[in-house]
């Protein structure tokens, strides 16, 4: 029986892609990823996760990717698209193998979840899909899936900083992301399209500049 794993890495940061993993193994592959010491990406040295990684996408039986912009994130709820993507993913899936159950770590309230899924899979039993917290540290499917979808997050965030230099770790609380997004929007008066502009903290920091704008005499 195939088993899969859904999780998503890059909710919470300022900057880039949001990255959403379902992942399909062989069952009996499950115990072996556990030995190896797959669990919660954010358990493990990025290192670890990137040997890790090599070995997931060796023994999968599918990999389903997607992803969400800045501007998606900017334009509709979080949970929505979030929502939206999840049934997109689940239909790939079971349309690609026979899965016998799939594990979700939930990013929103399992009921809802589940509810939102009775409406908009379809042709597939619901009573095989579990969405609850936490399930990247209960179901080592759901860890393997929240490593791949790291490890593609990090390098989406290599690619970035490449382009627009060292943001830090694009969180809110990481003083040096805040420097970079001051200093940037100092030199440009805007926002590159990596940042998630509805975000409270840049909403906050440009609504100060904007403030200021209005005082300062242009010739």
């Known amino acids: 029986m195939y088993v899969a794993g859904v999780d998503e890495a890059g909710r919470g940061p300022l900057i880039g892609d ?34 890790l990684f090599m070995y997931i996408v060796s023994i999968a039986e599918a990999i389903i990717v997607a992803r969400i912009t800045p501007q998606e994130i900017d334009e509709e709820n979080l949970n929505y698209l979030e929502l939206k993507t999840l049934c997109k993913i689940l239909a790939k899936g079971f349309s690609i193998t026979k899965i016998g159950k799939v594990y979700i770590d939930a990013f929103a309230d399992p009921t809802k979840i589940f ?10 039993d619901i009573e095989k899909i579990t969405a609850t917290y936490g399930a990247d540290n209960v179901y080592t499917v ?47 008066r805007t926002l590159p399209p990596i940042v998630r502009k509805s975000w409270k903290t840049v909403e906050n920091m440009l609504n100060k500049y904007r403030t200021l704008d209005k005082y300062i005499h242009k010739d």
Not at 26 to 50: A, F, H, P, T, Y
Not at 115 to 124: E, P, T, Y
Not at 161 to 169: A, E, L, R, T, V
């Open 115 to 124: 509810q939102f899924l009775s409406r908009c899979v379809k042709n597939i």
């Open 142 to 188: 759901v860890g393997a899936a929240s490593i791949v979808a790291k490890v593609l997050r990090d390098k989406h965030i290599d690619m970035l900083k490449q382009i627009y230099g060292d943001f830090g770790s694009g969180y809110p609380s990481d003083n040096n992301t805040i420097e970079w997004l001051k200093n940037y929007y100092e030199r440009y």
């Open 18 to 51: 949001l990255f959403m993993v379902m992942l399909v193994v062989d069952e009996k592959q499950e115990k072996i990823l556990k030995n190896l010491g797959v669990k919660d990406s954010k358990k493990l040295s990025r290192s670890r996760r990137e040997k």
